[in-house]
């Protein structure tokens, strides 16, 4: 599950290292795939770990560990805020736990790479409806065809609370992007980001402890869940902060396009999760239209 970096970039700089062009843009470009490797491998590891804990006491540990390392990390003051701001917070880390429950649940039922291929609907549905270009549709019914190929015409081939799961935790990630804005720009650097992550890890503890108990303190799982914890939300967080401040955010979000396929490889690496060639057809679907769509809404920007 790839995570929006709207709440952790900083303030644009131009870079002053020497070098060529080229080699400036691979930089950034490098970060960014490098962040989405370690997501959709954390992702992957994670689903690894759910028959010691269960998905729910997964998400769990993974944000109160990453949360923890992001505080210490940070150092958010949490005086000198509105009433406002605590309000977006409050948002930003619900739509945080929310995508992430339902995320992990959906991984729990189905292939990673189709999970992430029907989670990636919410921010391609989002952008079409806030281009409201003609063209958009296109790219909207190119998605809904790969759609329609990965549930084989009726998801019965996928688990089917599965994919509702997944689904859902589209929905929930389009709302954490807008969200995301918001605390990106109401806070500095990573400090919004740590404090919904704090809060996000808050709403999910009940849930993880009803599940889990006593399994969360097992010192071998608090381990692979720390690992997790880093490789899915830290280590890109951090990626994504440094490829920001010299990468367009059209570019940025057309390399995020490529999130279904990083899991794919990550589910079949790790989870042994082979694709049929249907499936592969309707990632790639999905793929082109979400890169269709921001290049169109890059488009539309410039003109």
Known sequence: MPPDAAAVSGPRVAPAQPGSAAGRR????????????????????????????????VVTLRLVLAAAVLLIVCRPKVRGYSRADWGTIAAFGAAMAGMNV????????????????????????????????????????????????????????????????????????????????????????????????????????????????SKLLVPSTIGLALAVALMSSVLPYTLELLALRRLPAPTFAILMSLEPAIAAAAGFLILSQALSVTDAVAIALVIVASMGAVRTQSRRRKE
Do not use: K
């Not at 490797?37 to 590891?45: D, P, R, T």
């Not at 065809?145 to 688990?159: A, N, Q, S, T, W």
């Open 26 to 57: 691979l930089g950034p470009v490098a970060l960014v795939v490098a962040g989405g490797l370690s997501v959709q491998f954390g992702s992957a590891v994670a689903v690894l770990l759910m028959p010691r804990a269960g998905a729910l006491g």
């Open 102 to 213: 339902l995320f992990y649940q959906a991984a729990d039922r189905i292939p990673l790479g189709a999970a992430v291929t029907l989670e990636v609907l919410g921010p391609l549905i989002l952008s079409v409806v806030a281009s409201r270009r003609l063209m958009n549709l296109l790219w909207a019914g190119l998605a809904l065809g790969g759609l329609v190929l990965l549930g084989g015409g009726g998801f019965d081939r996928l688990d089917p609370l599965g994919a509702v799961f997944a689904l859902a935790a589209g929905a929930m990630w389009a709302a954490y992007i807008v969200f995301s804005a918001r605390t990106g720009r109401r806070f500095p650097q990573a400090d919004g980001l740590a404090l919904a992550m704090a809060f996000g890890a808050v709403l999910t503890l009940p849930l993880g402890i009803a599940e889990a108990g």
